[in-house]
């Protein structure tokens, strides 16, 4: 194990144990905080609850991401393409980030309903401004020398796009990825606090309102590593494709 | 035969060069010679269509034309080889963009045995050495298929052996590839071992202050004493050029001065 991994580890494994300690010293009761214990074994226990939950939720944050792609490749390609199309649409971009896209959620289930298209449609939002972004970012970063080289050649637009611009952006496009399916799964529970009928914010709602604390922390324990894991698969799949760095 | 008459070009109120003018003879091999920052890369600039000039004429083969970007292949010190292809299709690049005849890739086989890297075909850019790097950026520059080559500044990125070697790849482009070649180069003694005809420039405005021709069989060896004579020569004039820019003496780069221990 590398070094850095050692000392993350300690950390996490000395945080556990204090939490530990500290509920069982001094008898905090579950419906208060509920000790690290507690939390894995209502995780593992109640699991026939918690994944069909977890799966929704799951299914929302990757119609999400996959929505969000959708539009924010071609959008930031477009807007590389036309200076006047990013002139126009930057402003945009950015009021759409001044706006807490949270305070959206109750309209979107008001419009959408309570079914999965609201969160999804939530997660894509929350997602959509750092991978336009930073795809964009990537197109410009690209080296003006590389640049001359493709016009010398003769090489077009969108030759030079997919030839140059696009693998050239691809570090970029991932780092916004990263940020993005993180961030994602905030969008999605969100969506189910504020109106659904299934996912893993619903039960976190439900659990909460009888008091049933550790149901809400095992909840919580799920999102995280479904968070986690969507970060380390597109980590990985970053690794396989920009072989080069 | 590539000819430049009176290039002007001016970028707000500093002139880089006006009226330049100079021929390359087909199959010639020409080198600029000058001192930093005296302009040679803007000339290149603007034979390429990169930058406008503002007044001249440049024709090649007895044509004229606003440019030779698209006639010539170009070389410069970076290799910029693309760090995701491997360097037979980083070499391919020019063929593909262009959509080339479909023997290009034996082209470039040929060209790889021809240049040394046979067997690192398959290997990213950044698996190999920086002159064999060079080596294959200049696979690429032939693949261009085009008779005129612009080297701007080819080797200076590489250590002095590599840049030997280097060398004499560049005379194949001439003897073997029947290239016509207009180098810049601040290394004199490259432009007088591998040129036809060296010309010496000085700044602003960037103009011919001599010329050499230099009629001797290649290869050369640096340590003919004639060729030595007009290195020094040669040395000397850029000497005189670059003395000009001087630090000033109140620029000190220790303020509070420095106490003297003796």
Known sequence: MKRSGFFALTAVILILAIWEIACRGLSVPDFILPAPSRIFFVAIIQAPILLPHAGITALEILLGITLSLLFAVPLATIMFAHRSIEQALSPFLVVSQAIPVFALAPLLVIWLGYGIASKVLMAAIIIFFPITVSLLEGYKNCGTEYVILFRLMGAGFWETLRLLYWPWALPFFFAGLKVGVTVATIGAVIGEWVGAQQGLGYLMIQANARLNVDLVFAAILWLSVMGLSMWVFVGFLERRIIHWK | ?262
């Not at chain 2, 005296?38 to 440049?58: A, H, Q």
């Not at chain 2, 995701?84 to 470039?108: C, F, M, Q, Y």
């Not at chain 2, 080596?135 to 030997?164: G, N, Q």
Request: hydrophobic letters at 40%; charged letters at 25%.
């Open chain 2, 1 to 262: 035969m590539l000819k430049v008459s009176c290039l002007k070009k001016s970028f707000d109120n500093l002139t880089v060069f006006d009226s330049f003018s100079l021929t390359v003879p087909r199959g010639g091999f020409t080198a600029l010679v000058g001192p930093s920052g005296c302009g040679k890369s803007t000339f290149f600039d603007v034979l390429t269509g990169v930058v406008s000039m503002d007044n001249g004429e440049i024709s090649w083969l007895g044509e004229t034309v606003p440019h030779v970007g698209q006639k010539a292949a170009y070389m410069q010190q970076k290799d910029l080889l693309l760090p995701w292809l491997s360097l037979i299709d980083n070499a391919l690049l020019p063929t593909k963009v262009s959509k080339g005849n479909h023997n290009s890739r034996e082209k470039a086989l040929f060209l790889f045995e021809r240049l040394g890297l046979r067997g690192f075909e398959q290997y990213t850019p950044h698996k190999v050495s920086g002159g064999m790097r060079q080596r294959c950026a200049l696979v690429r520059t032939l693949m261009f298929e085009h008779e005129l080559v612009l080297l701007d500044e080819p080797l200076s990125a590489l250590d002095a052996i590599t840049r030997r070697s280097l060398q004499s790849v560049l005379l194949l482009l001439q003897s073997e590839f029947k290239k016509t070649i207009l180098m810049i180069t601040h290394d004199v003694e490259e432009a007088l071992l591998l040129a036809d005809e060296v010309l010496v420039l000085t700044t602003f405005p960037m103009h011919v202050k001599e010329q050499f021709a230099l009629e001797w069989p290649k290869p050369r060896r640096s340590d003919e004493t004639e060729l030595m004579k007009i290195k020094e020569h040669v040395l000397e004039e850029l000497q005189g050029e670059s003395s000009n820019e001087y630090i000033p003496l109140s620029f000190s780069p220790f303020p509070g001065g420095v106490e003297e221990t003796s």
